[in-house]
């Protein structure tokens, strides 16, 4: 199996295509105009045979009838192997008409730190030139110093043909007809990039007839079922719409996707616009084409939608039953102790426990005599739960800052509470949060801070506190969610556990104090997130 990625073929008859036009004509210059790349290898350079296969793409494509469209996934191998799976996002376009479509890409092949919007007049294709919206392009390239017109990423060369982009635009000519685009290639995919060019796109998008298109494929070069199981974790995040886990996961390269910030730039752009579900509309991978399953790359292809009535309320709480949390509980006490006696860390299993090898955040906290003792955890779903209590559970007994490491004298007298999350939603109004219910988790560029359902009920917060000390936690002023440089995102957590007083066991200067708490890890960092809960 070849080129399953880029399907590239080297044709030298196409080296006239690979230069952007930019010589003078008649004394005047020409405008820019960024040729095909890839016609001739990802799909087909001839208009007719470009049509005829599109169109067979598209005839068997069958997904699901949905109304208020506001954004799409489609991926950007060559078309004989992800073309079958982008049809599933395209064909939803049939019969609709929108004036301008954002294509958000990756770039493959030149670093830049920047989201680059092209800077050129149109992007050409064997169906011809598509005209890009230079107006719209120029204000979001002014909406934030991460966002740039240029011709990075964009201008193709012999040895770097950018396809990301480019691919996506036959299947948009074909259902949509005439449209002006805004192509944009993203050179930095770190979350605060995501977040300016979604928040940017949010914001010059409404009162405008406006598709939003991520460009992305999925796992690459993994066995067949190596691939399906890596591919849906990114495709339950994507579902779940906890982008902020999405993004921290492909960054640490936990889950993968090479358009991963387009996907993640594009869910923030389409949640301010009003989506409120995100359909997974077909997967599949190179295997399912060539049958060769020993090195194959996801496809996926997603709809993000306004769904009638608004806002889903959140999904069924997770559960657990009792002899689940009582194995977590056992594998809590087991892995502190033999981390402090012996230095080792637990070998543990599922016991046959299925539910204890979903991917799930979670913490565990540490109580002697009512006092806190530790409490680490990580809030996105990095591995096994049962994996995840282990080794946070060893984590808050050694590597709690604020306190000595846990001694071998004081084990007996531990007592252990497991809290496991749920995804991360945005909180859109602060209505929406249920104190005692929800835990809240505050992100802005240079700060983030978490605290637990349990914290507000156990200190008898108002919402308006809750949110404060929330504030306070990651170390900011006690308004700061009101900034617009910040996220605030809600929570669920099942919290299990032996019981005790919670008044006495947090000191209340750690929460009017910041100060007191540990720093968060640096983006992009691994390590867990210290905390009282």
């Known amino acids: 199996m070849k080129n399953l990625t880029f399907g590239i073929i080297a044709l030298s008859s196409l080296a006239g295509l690979l230069l952007v036009e930019g010589a003078s004509s008649g004394g005047g210059q020409a405008p820019n105009i960024r040729r095909p790349a890839v016609a001739g290898s990802f799909y087909p350079a001839d208009p007719k045979e470009l049509g005829t296969m599109l169109d067979g793409f598209l005839s068997k494509a069958a997904p699901p009838p949905l109304e208020n469209i506001v954004a799409l996934v489609a991926p950007h191998a060559g078309y004989p192997y992800s073309g079958p799976v982008a049809a599933y996002s395209y064909a939803l376009l049939k019969g609709r008409k929108f004036d301008r479509v954002v294509v958000i890409a990756p770039s493959h092949y030149e670093a830049f730190g920047f989201s680059s919007v092209y800077d050129g007049a149109a992007y050409a294709t064997p169906f011809g030139q598509v005209p890009v919206d230079q107006a719209f392009a120029a204000k979001l390239a002014k909406a934030s110093p991460l966002i740039k017109l240029s011709a990075a990423g964009h201008t193709p060369s012999a040895d770097h043909l950018e396809h990301a982009l480019e691919v996506q635009l036959p299947f948009l000519q074909r259902v949509l007809g005439q449209f002006q685009l805004v192509p944009v290639i993203m050179g930095d995919q770190s979350y605060d990039a995501c977040r300016a060019l979604g928040v940017a796109l949010a914001k010059l998008v409404p009162g405008t007839n406006t598709l939003i298109v991520a460009s992305s494929d999925l796992s690459h070069y993994h066995t067949y079922d190596e691939a399906v199981r890596l591919d849906h974790k990114t495709l339950k995040a994507i579902e779940e719409y906890d982008y ?32 409120t579900e995100a359909k997974l509309l077909h997967y599949a991978n190179a295997g399912d084409v ?7 790359v996801g496809y996926g292809a997603v709809a993000f939608v306004k ?30 102790e033999t981390a402090v006696r012996e230095g080792k860390t637990y070998e543990c299993s599922t016991g046959g ?53 846990v001694t071998t004298s004081e084990l007996a007298d531990l007592q252990y509470e497991i ?16 104190v005692g219910q929800h835990g809240l988790l505050i992100h802005t560029r240079s700060h983030e801070g978490l605290l637990l359902p ?55 200067d750690l929460f009017r104090n910041p100060r007191a708490w540990p720093s968060p890890p640096a983006p992009g960092s691994p390590s867990p997130t210290a905390a009282p809960f």
């Open 244 to 275: 902020f886990d999405l993004s921290r996961n492909l960054e640490l390269r936990v889950w993968e996707a090479c358009g991963g910030g387009p996907i993640v730039a594009t869910m923030i752009a389409a949640e301010r616009l009003g989506a």
């Open 290 to 296: 060539t049958g060769d399953r020993s090195r194959v």
């Open 307 to 336: 769904a009638a009535g608004g806002a889903k309320s959140d999904r069924a709480p997770f559960s657990l039953t009792s002899a689940e949390k009582d194995a977590l509980l056992r594998i809590a006490r087991k892995s502190v």
């Open 353 to 405: 426990l299925e539910a204890l090898a979903q991917e799930r955040g979670a913490f565990v906290t540490l109580t002697k005599n009512g006092q806190l003792r530790g409490c680490i955890g990580y809030v996105a779903p990095l591995k096994p739960l049962y994996l995840t209590v282990r080794d946070v559970a060893r984590m808050a007994a050694l590597r709690d800052t604020r306190f000595r490491p």
């Open 419 to 434: 809290s496991v999350l749920s995804p991360l939603r945005r909180v859109m109004d602060i209505q929406e949060i249920r």
């Open 454 to 508: 349990q914290v507000a009920t156990d200190q008898k917060w108002d919402r308006a506190t809750f949110l404060e000390q929330t504030c306070y936690k990651a170390g900011l002023s006690g308004r700061a969610w009101q900034d617009a440089d910040a996220d605030l995102f809600r929570f669920t957590a099942l919290v299990f556990g032996e019981r005790r007083p919670v008044e006495a066991l947090i000191p209340l």
